[in-house]
T-cell receptor, first 110, second 110 residues
Framework: NAGVTQTPKFQVLKTGQSMTLQCAQD?????MYWYRQDPGMGLRLIYYSASEGTTDKGEVPNGYNVSRLNKREFSLRLESAAPSQTSVYFCASSGRVTLHFGNGTRLTVT | AQRVTQPEKLLSVFKGAPVELKCNYS??????LFWYVQYSRQRLQLLLR??SRESIKGFTADLNKGETSFHLKKPFAQEEDSAMYYC????????????FGKGTRLHILP
């Protein structure tokens, strides 16, 4: 019963480097989400995908791209990391209503 | 546009005292409201949703459409209630976008 799995758990990048955060769910959910969590800012929606093959911008999409590779996987890519993208990133999936979250990825951009 | 406002960043309450975490929202259509909780070193998880009208761990929340509020209440705080609480809104019948407030840290004093 893995639920939502995110990799990696921790990552340190230098400004300008790129990386992809991976997320997979095994609950056959249609919807998947990427959020970032920052102190005092709460959880902000970066991108979401209502179904396989569709993606939509959330509240803070700039600097990010996503791919809904199949129903299980939803990846988040930082093409050129910036210090402002230092954050904890959460992936989540949803069947009809409830969000199920991963454990998070703590990303530091120096 | 959807918006969720949690006016308190930190709420400190003595054990046994009543708790009320405030949540206000703005959305022109029909919303579904949720409370999520994040205990220390645990994943974000659903606490309750307005549609189910249930009580979880002694917490209740009533959707007040007139005041556009969904405050979370508990009559007698317990130390294990210390956590970060997030109010969330989903637009019913309109894609699957789910946004969160900035969160309130509840600290139960012994």
């Amino acid at each position: 019963n893995a639920g939502v799995t995110q990799t990696p758990k921790f990552q340190v990048l230098k400004t300008g480097q790129s990386m992809t955060l991976q997320c997979a769910q095994d609950m056959n959910h249609n919807s998947m989400y990427w959020y970032r969590q920052d102190p005092g800012m709460g959880l902000r929606l970066i991108y979401y995908s209502a179904s396989e093959g569709t993606t939509d911008k959330g509240e803070v999409p700039n600097g990010y791209n996503v791919s809904r590779l199949n129903k299980r996987e939803f990846s988040l890519r930082l093409e050129s990391a910036a210090p402002s993208q230092t954050s904890v990133y959460f992936c989540a999936s949803s069947g009809r209503v409830t969000l199920h979250f991963g454990n998070g990825t703590r990303l530091t951009v120096t | 546009a959807q918006r969720v406002t949690q006016p308190e960043k930190l709420l400190s309450v003595f054990k046994g005292a009543p708790v009320e975490l405030k949540c206000n929202y703005s959305y022109s259509g029909s919303p579904e409201l949720f409370w999520y909780v994040q205990y220390s070193r645990q994943r974000l998880q659903l606490l309750l949703r307005h549609i189910s009208r249930e009580s979880i761990k002694g917490f209740t929340a009533d959707l007040n459409k007139g005041e556009t509020s969904f405050h979370l209440k508990k009559p007698f705080a317990q130390e294990e209630d210390s956590a970060m609480y997030y109010c969330a809104l989903k637009a019913l019948n309109r894609d699957d976008k789910i946004i969160f407030g900035k969160g309130t840290r509840l600290h139960i004093l012994p």
